[in-house]
């Protein structure tokens, strides 16, 4: 499964969009971008996955550029419950493992 | 809906004791995890199960370590004996594997610590 590189923290305020990189430059044509999050203590938490359009749902939005190479989690109104840290992952199919980097450290403060 | 579900969500005991992790995955789940983090080394797979069978246990520290999955509603992980390194928060995932890459959805862990 393609690596992926993120920066190591960010900081966001409140009520604003935070939006976290994610470079994959040698993601594979069938490999999928998923982004999952940990809040302190707690069990990692599905937000959204992709393949190569952009996606939307309850809780983001996932932009995909055209190459493939790179992709950005949007949360449109940030809160500070969304402090965690936000884990962008590449892998081809499910049933496979997830293979955990260390992540991006969203600080969100008001 | 019940999620992943894991027990005990926090357990301490001595060095050289037997400790048995258990997890029910989602049900209509096929697919199950056990993934272990800690401060030095993130989080990291130990094993994983497709239709009750083990797939991938390269994670799995030593022999110390097993894992069983009797059923598809069931998982277990062993230490025997366990060790003061043992310690970290162990986490059971699943998941519906070859339908649409569904994603793998989380317990709330179990915080292991040796004495």
């Known amino acids: 499964d393609a690596k992926t590189t993120q920066p190591p923290s960010m900081d966001c305020a409140e009520g604003r969009a935070a939006n976290l990189p994610c470079n994959h430059s040698t993601i594979s044509g069938n490999e999928y971008v998923y982004w999952y999050r940990q809040i302190h203590s707690q069990g990692p938490q599905y937000i959204i996955h992709?393949?190569?359009n952009n996606e939307t749902n309850e809780m983001a939005s996932l932009i995909i550029t055209e190459d493939r190479k790179s992709s950005t989690l949007i949360l449109p109104h940030a809160t500070l419950r969304d402090t965690a840290v936000y884990y962008c992952?590449?892998?081809?199919?499910?049933?496979?493992?997830?293979?955990f980097g260390k992540g991006t450290t969203l600080s969100v403060s008001s | 809906d019940a999620g992943v579900i894991q027990s005990p969500r926090h357990e301490v005991t001595e060095m050289g004791q037997e400790v048995t992790l258990r997890c029910k995955p989602i049900?209509?789940?096929?697919?199950l995890f056990w993934y272990r983090q800690t401060m030095m080394r993130g989080l990291e797979l130990l094993i994983y199960?497709?239709?009750?069978?083990?797939?991938?246990d390269s994670g799995m520290p030593e022999d110390r370590f097993s894992a069983k999955m009797p059923n598809a509603s069931f998982s277990t992980l062993k230490i025997q004996p366990s060790e003061p390194r043992d310690s970290a928060v162990y986490f059971c995932?699943?998941?519906?594997?070859?339908?649409?890459?569904?994603?793998?959805?989380f317990g709330d862990g179990t915080r292991l610590s040796i004495l």
């Open positions: 992952i590449v892998l081809n199919q499910a049933g496979t493992a997830l293979i």
């Open positions: 992709g393949l190569k």
């Open positions: 995932a699943s998941s519906l594997r070859g339908m649409s890459n569904q994603p793998q959805h």
């Open positions: 049900s209509g789940h096929n697919s």
């Open positions: 199960f497709n239709n009750n069978v083990p797939i991938d």
